[in-house]
């Protein structure tokens, strides 16, 4: 009987998404590397029951009662794209990238931009709680 992966807090799967999301942090080795490695640590800070995932062939996922965001890497801007950022309130201006769609909304971080902490961990939070109000 072939095993269907659910989707679910698997700690085996967890770990390896955790570890591929280790080692994109290492191979970028450079800014690119530094700001994902900051953002995540920020993910984890804000919502300590996030969930890591590595979804279409390379794409680091944070996920609790559905995606949070993603934290794709790019040449010149390592982006963050909430999966309902649309519906999410951004009283700092967080989002400065994919501002058209009515779906998802991203965060564009530049070599040397910094990082508003408290405003990402706010809009971390809302994502959290706009996912589990959908579950209930």
Not at 33 to 38: C, D, S, V
Not at 109 to 135: M, P, R, W, Y
Request: net charge negative; glycine share 8%; aromatic share 6%.
């Amino acid at each position: 009987m072939k095993k269907e992966n659910t989707g679910s807090k698997d700690e085996g799967a967890a770990s390896s998404a955790s570890e591929l999301i280790d080692a994109r942090i290492k191979e970028l080795n450079d800014w690119r590397g530094e700001t994902l490695g900051r953002v995540r640590m920020l993910i984890r800070q804000a919502d300590p029951d996030v969930v890591e995932e590595w979804k279409w062939r390379g794409v680091p996922v944070w996920s609790h009662a559905g995606i949070i965001c993603t934290g794709e890497t790019y040449k010149s801007v390592v982006k963050m794209t909430f999966a309902k950022g649309a519906s999410l309130e951004d009283p700092s201006g967080l989002f400065n990238s994919s501002l058209e769609g009515n779906i998802r909304r991203a965060i564009d971080v530049h070599e040397g931009d910094s990082i508003d902490e408290k405003a990402l961990k706010a809009l971390i939070h809302a994502a959290v709680a706009l996912n589990t109000a959908a579950c209930s």
